[in-house]
């Protein structure tokens, strides 16, 4: 069973980075048909999706365009995590952060992508 | 981005109703790249069905997925008392995920 757990701190100044962990068990972060995603939640955004690394033969990494500039997300073979870095945050960077897993599934020929796994979630607040 | 669209808001139903939940896209969506997910207050979200259609792991029956295009459906065919939730829908597109802005299933 494929578990994933949240670290890191949930009170951040404004300007200043944003650091989350998240620890995989249940499966190799460099298993090449699962992507590592980070997502927030908040209810003026409700639920955002930040980006994902994943291994396809070499480390790649997806963002959100709206974040692209400000958001870092990268494996920890050693550790099987990854963590994700956000800079100069803002109060509004305040939510819910979530790490989940998506996975490549082929059925029956057809291919399916789906986010099936998440982390439980780390209230990280941005406040002086 | 592709923009999901979900409706009603809100839904009040009482135990042993069917519930019909809407999620209306922008624009055409892959359907083995949608999927709805149910979250309970103070918890992560939850798959519940991936690729339109297809019930994840251990969910039960009385929840089924359709749809293709920009519209898709999820219905919840007897409503038991766990299953008062927010429903999302998602879907993956243009190297990116986006997500419906949910429904609220509430005991009427």
């Known amino acids: 069973q494929v578990q994933l757990h949240q670290s890191g701190p949930r009170l951040v100044k404004p300007s200043q980075t944003l650091s989350l962990a998240c620890a995989v068990s249940?499966?190799?972060?460099?298993?090449?048909?699962?992507?590592w995603n980070w997502i927030r939640q908040s209810p003026s955004r409700g639920l955002e999706w930040l980006g994902r690394?994943?291994?396809?033969?070499?480390?790649?990494?997806d963002y959100l365009p709206s974040v692209k500039g400000r958001i870092t997300i990268s494996p920890d073979t050693s550790k099987n995590q990854f963590s994700l870095q956000l800079n100069s945050v803002t109060p509004e960077d305040t939510a819910v952060y979530y790490c989940?897993?998506?996975?490549?599934?082929?059925?029956?020929?057809?291919?399916?992508?789906?986010?099936?796994?998440w982390g439980n979630g780390t209230t990280v607040t941005v406040s002086s | 981005e592709i923009v999901l669209t979900q409706s009603p808001g809100t839904l009040s139903l009482s135990p042993g109703e069917r519930a019909t939940l809407s999620c209306r896209a922008s624009q055409s969506v892959t359907s083995q790249f949608f999927a709805w997910h149910q979250q309970k207050p103070g918890q992560a979200p939850r798959l519940l069905i991936y690729g339109a259609s297809k019930r994840a792991t251990g969910v039960p029956d009385r929840f089924s997925g359709s749809g293709s295009g920009t519209d898709f459906t999820l219905t919840i065919s007897r409503l038991e008392p766990e299953d008062y939730a927010v429903y999302y829908c998602?879907?993956?597109?243009?190297?990116?995920?986006?997500f419906g802005q949910g429904t609220r299933v509430e005991i009427k």
């Open positions: 989940a897993r998506a996975m490549n599934k082929k059925v029956q020929g057809q291919f399916y992508y789906y986010i099936d796994v």
């Open positions: 998602q879907q993956y597109g243009h190297s990116l995920w986006t």
């Open positions: 249940g499966d190799d972060i460099s298993n090449d048909v699962v992507a």
């Open positions: 690394t994943y291994y396809r033969s070499r480390w790649d990494s």
